[in-house]
T-cell receptor, first 119, second 112 residues
């Protein structure tokens, strides 16, 4: 079955360092990948996404890299700040057909990486 | 903030009871998905509603059911609650079937 997993469950960095969070996925049919940030007591917050026809996408202080050959996704955070401390999830989204003839997008999440930023 | 709201924030129920959780979608979004997040885990897809009909379902039993209303708000109903149903229940809305989903803050359900 499909699954999305993370290589590192925890990551501890110093403020100002760059952080890299990695993710492996197994469903080669996934066409869309998303990184979410979840702070304690809150719902997942959308950070950045990337389509399967791309290999890199940049946002504000964040970059997502997609390597379809090895089914690997990474999130790079530049100049990490204490406010970046949270659990980070990668998720894959692929359209699944249903009996009604339409399709639905189902997000499959990994377990998450805990990022701790020390001042 | 995403504009997706959920109620209640916290809820305590007894095993065997029934519960209804509510979600208000972000303006302009017509797709609502529900997820269950156990402690220390990633969210698990329960089902998705699109145009007031269930449009897809994950590996959850029929006692998990839902509704979507004309204003695209949604309810998640769980019957015959079990201890393992204790989790954070997340609602996510999106502008279509294959696009990004934006999450609400969740409802923390505890079953005793």
């Amino acid at each position: 079955g499909e699954s999305v997993g993370l290589h590192l469950p925890t990551l501890s960095v110093q403020e100002g360092d760059n952080s890299i969070i990695n993710c492996a996925y197994s469903n080669s049919a996934s066409d869309y990948f998303i990184w979410y940030k979840q702070e304690s007591g809150k719902g997942p917050q959308f950070i950045i996404d990337i389509r399967s026809n791309m290999d890199k996408r940049q946002g504000q202080r964040v970059t997502v890299l997609l390597n379809k050959t090895v089914k690997h996704l990474s999130l790079q955070i530049a100049a990490t700040q204490p406010g970046d401390s949270a659990v980070y999830f990668c998720a894959e989204n692929f359209l699944t057909g249903n009996a009604g003839g339409t399709s639905y997008g189902k997000l499959t999440f990994g377990q998450g990486t805990i990022l701790t930023v020390h001042p | 903030e995403t504009g997706v709201t959920q109620s209640p924030t916290h809820l305590i129920k007894t095993r065997g009871q029934q519960v209804t959780l509510r979600c208000s979608s972000q303006s302009g979004h017509n797709t609502v998905s529900w997820y269950q997040q156990a402690l220390g885990q990633g969210p698990q897809f329960i089902f998705q509603y699109y145009r007031e009909e269930e449009n897809g379902r994950g590996n959850f039993p029929p006692r998990f059911s839902g509704l979507q209303f004309p204003n695209y708000s949604s309810e998640l109903n769980v019957n015959a609650l079990e201890l393992d149903d204790s989790a954070l229940y997340l609602c996510a809305s999106g502008p279509g079937l294959a696009n990004e989903q934006y999450f609400g803050p969740g409802t923390r359900l505890t079953v005793t």
